[in-house]
């Protein structure tokens, strides 16, 4: 049982390249959830889905797209990266038989120079 | 700006020592509140959590205490062990369709043997 997977786990990009984090959950979980891990600032919801087939933005959605593929699957799509987007990504998934507790995978680290 | 407003930024405690982390919010809907500890190179991982029902909530040596007149929470450790040394988290949410968290900025806990 892996739980939440993410890849790639590091990633070096160049300004104004595009790219996909993919997640995947193995726990039948209705919701999943992308968070952003910056310095100081903690984790910051970027985009979520509450179900397969509906996606919502978050608190700082701006510069990305989701793509909820199934139920297993949410991408995180980056279309012109910027420095500003240099952080560690986070996928995680929640259910609400599980006392909706949000479960993480362990972070995608993302430098854009 | 941050729904959850957490302190101090870091801590260093002596082994055997209590750690004490605090958290305020605003929003009264919030009505779920956990704490997420979060080893370096990991994602947060779900370490306890409480509903404003409640004034106090143990597990072992971490305690949550609740005060909802002042909305505030704090998290506990008792007998802080060098085991113990991460980054600890706070957060609310709102417990209806997706588990969307806010997080506090982070605490990070130095338990030194």
């Known amino acids: 049982n892996a739980g939440v997977t993410q890849t790639p786990k590091f990633q070096v990009l160049k300004t104004g390249q595009s790219m996909t984090l993919q997640c995947a959950q193995d726990m039948n979980h209705n919701s999943m959830y992308w968070y952003r891990q910056d310095p100081g600032m903690g984790l910051r919801l970027i985009y979520y889905s509450a179900s397969e087939g509906t996606t919502d933005k978050g608190e700082v959605p701006n510069g990305y797209n989701v793509s909820r593929l199934n139920k297993r699957e949410f991408s995180l799509r980056l279309e012109s990266a910027a420095p500003s987007q240099t952080s560690v990504y986070f996928c995680?998934?929640?259910?609400?038989?599980?006392?909706?507790?949000?479960?993480f995978g362990e972070g995608s680290w993302l430098t854009v120079v | 700006q941050q729904q959850v407003k957490q302190s101090p930024q870091s801590l260093i405690v002596q082994k055997g020592g209590i750690s004490i982390i605090n958290c305020a919010y605003e929003?009264?809907?919030?009505?779920?509140f956990p704490w997420y500890q979060q080893f370096p190179g990991k994602g947060p991982a779900l370490l306890i959590a409480i509903r404003p029902d409640v004034s106090e909530k143990k597990e072992g040596r971490f305690t949550i205490s609740f005060n909802k007149s002042a909305k505030q929470f704090s998290l506990h450790i008792m007998d802080s062990q060098p085991g113990d040394s991460a980054t600890y988290f706070c957060a609310a949410s709102i417990k209806t369709g997706a588990n969307n968290l806010f997080f506090g900025t982070g605490t990070r806990l130095t338990v030194i043997p």
């Open positions: 929003n009264t809907a919030f009505d779920y």
């Open positions: 995680a998934s929640s259910d609400p038989g599980t006392e909706n507790t949000i479960y």
